[in-house]
């Protein structure tokens, strides 16, 4: 996979550049996973606003529910979240549209055309994931956001201005925002190379179209948890 992961940036640093096949992917992995995303960010958010509520009234903290829902959605939820969402619609989705390329021989007519596969289909690919990743993440969080304030102050009656001034005065841009879009551009990099990947190298069959996409899915989540600690711990944030 290492060896794989060089020939995709080698293909993208070195010409030819192929910026129509960069935009088609941005739309394909970033614009068609928005729905998903900002719905399931706002139901998070919700769900959030209203438990962190009730457990917060209990100790008559309810005056920390915006610091507590940011700083979840931030440093945790929001990257991991939106990770897996995008991981399940558009990393099984490019898994299988090049699966499908290697079984119906496509890439083999790409190279008899003298066009490398790696730097048409897949440099493209990879990094849209990449580049997609950090935005999706920050509008998870927004709609997280959003749905707290909308359960915490509209339905519980807590106080606008409560809320936004612990929110904002307990995360720090340099350690909590930075933080989350580190960990997003190292996601979008698992997510892109793993799915390109087991397309790439499919069997080619149908049968082997659908293992790749189910490989997609379920090993680049469990490397987004797990690599979710890591990324934690080395920045001491919690062991």
């Not at 990324?231 to 919690?238: D, H, P, R």
């Amino acid at each position: 996979m290492a060896k794989f992961a060089g020939a995709i940036v080698r293909a993208t640093v070195l010409p030819p550049y192929r910026f129509r096949r960069y935009l088609e992917e941005l739309y394909n992995l970033g614009v068609l996973s928005l729905i998903i995303v900002c719905i399931s960010g706002l139901a998070v958010g919700m769900v959030l606003g209203l438990q962190g509520y009730n457990t917060l009234v209990r100790f008559g903290a309810e005056s920390s529910l915006g610091a507590v829902v940011g700083l979840s959605l931030i440093r945790e939820l929001g990257p991991v979240l939106s990770a897996l969402l995008v991981t399940g619609r558009a990393g099984s989705a490019t898994a299988a549209e090049i699966a499908s390329m290697v079984t119906t021989e496509q890439l083999d007519g790409l190279r008899m055309m003298s066009i490398d596969p790696v730097s048409f289909v897949v440099s493209p690919k990879a990094v849209a994931m990449v580049a997609v990743m950090p935005m999706l993440n920050a509008l998870f969080i927004l709609f997280g956001i959003a749905g707290a304030y909308l359960i915490g102050v509209t339905l519980m009656g807590l106080d606008a201005g409560v809320f936004t001034s612990s929110l904002t005065s307990n995360v720090r841009f340099g350690e909590d925002v930075m933080g989350s879009l580190v960990k997003a551009l190292v996601f979008g990099a698992l997510a892109g190379l793993i799915a390109t990947f087991r397309g790439y190298f499919s069997t080619p069959t149908a049968a082997g179209v659908s293992a790749a996409t189910t490989s997609t899915v379920v090993i680049t989540s469990v490397a987004i948890l797990i690599g979710d600690y890591f990324l934690t711990a080395l920045w001491g944030i919690e062991l």
